[in-house]
């Protein structure tokens, strides 16, 4: 399903080709750098239904995947004594659904995003799984979330919400909006995308373009993880704990970062950063790794603990 997917999130480009294992890889330089494309979570409001659907596939899967759900399992014992909680841009709701789920957190989660689409799919799996008891989903702009109705919260979650948003500093506003001084905590998790890499033995100065085109044609903010401290001091949160995981497959069994590979190449093709036949020489190359044991690839996730300010 993967690459018809990514397909849908480049509604521009061409499909991704997914050339056989035993093509030799050549060299590959990047072309020149077009305009970047927008990032399609912070217009997930306006998406098209193929597109908004393609963006719901990955969420589940990626939601299905134990490396990614360890990201945000190793944060919910920060949770359990919340009687409210709120996930800000909460996609079709993994991780408030997970949490409603944890048989350790006997409160409510709220989780709210602008798609329509996403908030109802979030319902569906909701009442689906259980819990829609527990976790109530609300169409809300991560800019201004008081709009949404929401009241104040025991703790607020962004979850890979930041590195896709124009102006976190207005998110993490927004947030303290909603938030009680001394008491309501913020967590959040997201990739220093700017750590994201490939090996590429064949051609490591190009595998390190290819790095940073995927970073550029996929994030509004890469780098957000780097500036969050200044950023939290400047919206009203203090910051009082931070932790790294860094997500790594090496050698013949990767899942999480062949899927985002799969999913965001389209885009780096459509962004004319890099040509479309270097991209799929570069895929077949990392298709190969893994079938001879020697793929690697990596990015460092952050999780910040703050709290609201006196």
Known sequence: PWPAQ??????????????????????????????????????????????????????EARGRDDVFRNTFLSYFPELHRCERVLEVGCGTGVVARALAADPAFRGRVHGVDQSDMFIGVARELADAEGVGDRVQFLK???????????????????????????????VLASARSLAQGGSTKLIVMDGDYGSLTYAHQDDPTFGRSMDVALKDATFAQPDVMRN??????????TLEASSANCVSEV??????????????????????MIDAANVDAWWDCQQRSIASGTFFAH???????????L
Not at 252 to 270: D, I, L, N, T
Not at 299 to 309: D, E, G, K, N, Q
Request: hydrophobic fraction near 40%; include cysteine; aromatic fraction near 6%.
């Open 6 to 59: 990514a397909h849908a999130l480049n509604t521009i480009g061409p499909p991704n080709l997914n050339p056989g294992l035993g093509r030799p890889c050549r060299r590959m330089l990047a072309t020149s750098t077009a305009d970047r494309l927008p990032d399609p979570h912070s217009v997930s409001a306006t998406l098209d239904v193929v597109t908004s659907r393609a963006i719901i596939e990955r969420l």
């Open 140 to 170: 809300g702009d991560a800019s201004d979330i008081g709009a949404s109705g929401s009241s104040s919260y025991d703790a607020i979650i962004m979850h890979t919400l930041l590195s896709h948003v124009e102006d976190p500093s207005k």
């Open 228 to 237: 969050l401290p200044a950023l939290l001091a400047s919206t009203g949160w």
């Open 251 to 272: 050698g013949a069994s990767a899942s999480y970062w062949v899927s985002f590979a799969q999913a965001y190449m389209p885009r780096v093709k459509s962004s004319g």
């Open 299 to 309: 990015a460092v996730y952050y999780t910040m603990i703050a709290r609201a300010s």
